[in-house]
């Protein structure tokens, strides 16, 4: 079940939109036979204008059925007339599914409230990793307790990808077994789901109400609660209260990013003398470090399957003619030139009548196998040996010559062609009769054949190779031609046809190489071919971690630090024509601004540009944003220092302290405010992945 967000203003994913994806996405699966069915549907987010939506087919429910729709709740608060939202919905003959009950902290202190929802008839799916504590010990302990009160109705992953959020629907399932046994866990996980998909009523188990709190602790403890928070909120109302900036370290299990493998790593960092030319913002007034207590380990990225150099000439030649047979020229059968001709057409026969000179003559054979000779006529003459040919004139001038003496040459043998094609230039003959191919002569091998044309200088010789019927012969030409390889002398037969390529390949190459450009490269060139090419990387300027190659738009995966430091061989891709290679320049003035801004990207200074200035360059804040904690990333995804600033408390005048960003520093601005700062790294480092940033840059 795909089921991407719909956020009003934020992911405009409309039913037909989603649809569509769908459809193209299930044709590429059948393409690649991949025995998946997908099913469509949507999350959407709780909003007044979900019931008009749904009802004017703007909006998808589950499977396209009109029964069943998820609604996902804002995870802080719960809107007073939500009951009358649930019934418009239910008017319409739509049951709402409401996704991850168990994350919303209004439900987490008043799970009645969810208990008379699934009285109304309203389903409820939980999260899979939230019953396994991935959200927490309250949310893993709130989960177990709506599962045991009947509260519950499916058990989903609520997947968000490979990397973050990931499927963990096994591990739950047996804890649900454990709670309430191999039934229950079977209709949550199976049945329940079917009949949503198909668009069949569902019958749940009663549900069992939750006992609430004594009124008098629930009194106290709102009371304390309440000024804990007043307190709280009369001292940040005080100018100069608090660090806005805070810096956010590793805790107790610390990780650092190992050099060495390029991964996350848990334990003592090696110790690394700070660089003078970094800035650090003070960790008072308005900049303070805030510790965590783990940061996630990210997957490394890795080109794909397709992009990689084969690793053997003979695996990239069977790729480039996947589904042909290919027959190396090793592989041939070990023939003998065989030089008994057999006549055929467009061959040129002189003929000899030695008693009447009149009769001699030069003849074509026909496309039909025959000649025309003098008083006698047509003769077929097509597969026969000269000598044969010879004995059948014998006969048929017999007939008007006492004892005719017939002699047959063969002054040219055009039958025995074959065609060379490519970057070749062929000479123009200034007389005879005009034939396609060339003949086949002497030794009747590929070099004999190649010496009748002239090949042009910017041929790609290791790329030719004969087409013989339904199978290719590589050759390498380069090593016949300049090595003297007489292996790739192949020999060769009637039809064949011998291509040589071209150099049809471009790339470019820009930024920080010696002699940026275009070029024309061979059709086998990697990555470090054309890097050589352009005389190599500079590597005082480069900046290797936000390199990128660009094919068509889009941003390949590659490494280049692991390529050039780590020489991973991985990394090293075969280009295709017309990629861009660029290798930017660590003397650039970037800055990454990203989240809740008018546009988030790239923005660019050239003096000192600090925070609220590049939030303004990226067309300031959002009415959504949350200016009390902006964030900033320093030092890239691999080795952050991560500090929040209280850009409010910046823009009210209560510090003249100025945050000033350094080159390549990342600035996201969240939305709502962060109480758990563990979750939202968590949720931020694949957000700043590497490749996510180069792809900002190729914009």
């Known amino acids: 079940m795909c089921t991407p967000h719909w956020v009003l203003g934020h992911y405009e994913n409309t039913r037909q939109k989603i649809l569509s994806r769908l459809e193209e ?100 799916q939980l999260t899979a990793a939230s019953l396994l504590g991935h959200f927490g010990k309250k949310v893993q302990k709130f989960s177990t307790l709506l599962l045991e009160h009947n509260l519950v109705h499916i058990i989903a992953t609520d997947a968000h990808g490979l990397r973050i959020r990931t499927p963990k629907l096994s591990e739950a399932f047996q804890m649900v077994q454990d709670i309430l046994g191999e039934e229950m866990a079977s209709q949550m996980v199976y049945e329940t789901p079917k009949r949503i998909i198909q668009g069949e009523s569902v019958n749940p188990p009663d549900p069992i109400s939750i006992p609430t709190r004594s009124p008098r602790s629930s009194l106290l403890k709102r009371f304390l609660f309440k000024a804990f928070m007043m307190s709280f ?48 913002p003070s960790s008072v007034g308005a900049i303070q470090k805030i510790k965590v ?41 070990q023939e003998l030139a065989n030089n008994v001709h057999r006549i055929g057409p467009d061959d040129v026969l002189h003929v000899i009548i030695w008693t009447d000179g009149n009769l001699d003559m030069d003849v074509v054979v026909r496309t039909d196998g025959k000649i025309s000779l003098p008083l006698v006529g047509e003769v077929q003459a097509a597969g026969l040996e000269i000598s044969e040919l010879e004995s059948r004139l014998r006969r048929k001038y017999s007939s008007y010559i006492e004892n005719p003496q017939v002699t047959v040459t063969l002054k040219e043998a055009n039958s025995l062609k074959v065609f060379i094609t490519g970057a070749v230039k062929v000479p123009t003959y200034a007389a005879g009769p005009i034939t396609s191919g060339f003949p086949l002569r002497g ?11 002239e090949i042009l200088p910017d041929a790609d010789l290791s790329e030719a190779y004969i087409v013989r019927g339904e199978i290719i012969i590589p050759v390498d030409l380069s090593r016949l ?24 390949k471009e790339v470019t190459i820009l930024g920080e190489v010696e002699n940026p450009g275009r070029y024309r490269v061979k059709r086998r060139t990697t990555l470090l071919d054309a890097l050589a090419k352009a005389g190599g990387i500079k590597r005082e300027t480069a900046a290797l971690d936000l390199s990128y190659v660009e094919r068509g738009g889009e941003v390949l995966p590659v490494d280049f630090k692991r ?37 988030p990207g790239v923005v660019r200074f050239v003096g000192p540009m600090d925070v609220l200035e590049a ?55 969240p939305r709502t405010l962060i109480a758990d700062w563990n979750v939202f790294i968590t949720q931020l480092l694949p957000t700043i992945s590497t490749s996510n940033l180069i792809r900002m840059l190729a914009r």
């Open 25 to 124: 996405l299930q044709r590429k699966l059948a393409d690649h036979h991949i025995p998946l069915k997908l099913y469509p549907g949507s999350e959407l987010r709780l909003d007044v204008s979900l019931s008009q939506g749904i009802q004017w087919g703007e909006l998808l429910t589950i499977n396209d059925t009109g029964r069943f729709a998820f609604i996902e709740l804002p995870a802080e608060s719960l809107p007073q007339n939500l009951e009358d939202f649930f019934w418009d919905l239910q008017v319409q003959k739509v049951t709402p599914i409401i996704s991850h009950p168990e994350r919303n902290v209004v439900l987490l202190r008043d799970p009645a409230r969810l208990y008379h929802w699934v009285q109304m008839g309203i389903l409820t």
């Open 233 to 280: 909120f009369l001292a940040a109302c005080t100018p100069g209260w608090g660090p806005p900036i805070k810096e956010i370290h590793p805790g107790a299990e610390e990780i650092f990013w190992d050099q060495e493998k390029h991964v996350w790593a848990v334990g003592k960092p090696p110790v690394i003398s700070p660089s003078s030319s970094v800035q650090e």
């Open 293 to 333: 207590s783990k940061v996630p380990r990210p997957l490394q990225e890795k080109p794909t399957k397709y992009q990689r150099l084969p690793s053997s000439i003979r695996d990239y030649i069977r790729e480039k003619f996947k589904g042909k047979q290919i027959l190396f020229p090793e592989e041939l059968p």
């Open 443 to 453: 030794d009747r091998r590929l070099l004999t054949a190649l010496s009748q044309v």
């Open 481 to 504: 031609l300049k090595d003297g390889d007489m292996t790739q002398n192949v020999l060769l037969k009637p039809a064949d046809t011998i291509v040589i390529p071209g150099s049809l």
């Open 563 to 599: 390529l050039i430091d780590l020489n991973d061989l991985d990394q090293n891709i075969l280009l295709e024509n017309d990629d861009i290679v660029h290798i930017a320049s660590n003397q650039e003035n970037k800055v990454f601004v990203l989240g809740e801004v008018a546009k």
């Open 615 to 669: 939030i303004s360059e990226a067309g300031d804040f959002l009415i959504s944003a949350n200016r009390k904690q902006v964030v900033v990333v320093r030092g890239g995804p691999q080795e952050p220092k991560v500090y929040a600033i209280n850009a409010l408390k910046m823009m009210a005048g209560y510090t003249h302290e100025k945050f000033i960003l350094n080159r390549y520093d990342i600035v996201y601005v």
